[in-house]
């Protein structure tokens, strides 16, 4: 009677058999699909400690910063960029509730980054030294000679104004504020001189700064307030 009892009972058994493999089969799409999810959660948390990661080593370089400056200062973050031809500004979070006033230097962790021409309430802006319309005072860091850095209204190009072909400038010399004028502070490196173009008509050499700022890249700067002397 065993085989007899087996065939009339083995459709029972292969029912019990699918409905655990069914129920096993939709466990297991359940824990994959909650697995999958977790590791999409993970793949964004590791995204965001990567972007924080590279941010705070940002920080800390544009904190270190502070060790060459002999100045008060105080950490921005470029909120927006003005949208107009030819114009190279930037908008930052702090405004006149934090003591900002026009006129003040904006630094980055490489060097200077430009200038506060306009204050709000909670916001400034700040005209980068590239910018076609603006001029610092700078002096070579190699031998002192003086001059001037005008912007070009290219992002990777500055130009010294004036600079007589018998000037002591070479490719490589450290361009850095000079502190006439008093606007900018003296010791801000400014740019490295790339080129020196001597035209045999001209009384003036065509001398060619890169900027040591990171003016397309900088998403924090440094707002530069009185120094031990209370000068700006």
């Given at each position: 009677m065993s085989p007899l009892q087996f065939i009339a009972?083995?459709?029972?058994?292969?029912?019990?058999?699918?409905?655990?493999?069914?129920?096993?089969?939709?466990?297991?799409?359940?824990?994959?699909?909650?697995?999958?999810?977790?590791?999409l959660e993970l793949s964004q948390l590791s995204q965001q400690y990567l972007a924080l990661k590279t941010e705070n080593e940002r920080l800390r370089e544009l904190l270190g910063s502070q060790a060459r400056v002999p100045a008060e200062v105080m950490i921005a973050e470029l909120v927006g960029v003005i949208p107009a031809p030819n114009?190279?500004?930037?908008?930052?979070?702090?405004g006149a509730v934090d003591g900002v006033m026009i006129g003040q230097a904006v630094i980055d962790a490489q060097g200077l980054f430009g200038?506060?021409?306009?204050?709000?309430?909670?916001?400034?802006?700040?005209?980068?030294?590239?910018d076609a319309s603006h001029a610092v005072p700078v002096q070579v860091n190699r031998n002192g000679v003086r001059s001037i850095a005008g912007g070009t209204g290219q992002l990777d190009r500055l130009e010294l104004e004036n600079v007589p072909v018998t000037a002591d400038i070479?490719?490589?010399?450290?361009?850095?504020?000079?502190?006439?004028?008093?606007?900018?502070?003296?010791?801000?490196?400014?740019?490295?001189?790339?080129?020196?173009?001597?035209e045999p008509t001209s009384p003036f050499a065509m001398v060619s700064v890169r900027p040591s700022a990171q003016l397309d890249r900088s998403r924090h700067v440094l707002i530069v307030f009185a120094d031990s002397e209370g000068e700006t």
């Open positions: 009972e083995a459709p029972y058994f292969i029912g019990n058999a699918a409905g655990d493999l069914f129920a096993t089969r939709t466990g297991m799409l359940e824990k994959n699909a909650q697995l999958s999810r977790q590791i114009t190279h500004q930037i908008i930052i979070d702090k200038q506060i021409v306009a204050v709000d309430q909670y916001s400034s802006r700040v005209l980068l030294i590239t070479r490719e490589g010399d450290l361009v850095e504020t000079s502190g006439l004028g008093g606007r900018f502070p003296p010791g801000y490196p400014v740019g490295l001189v790339d080129s020196v173009i001597i």
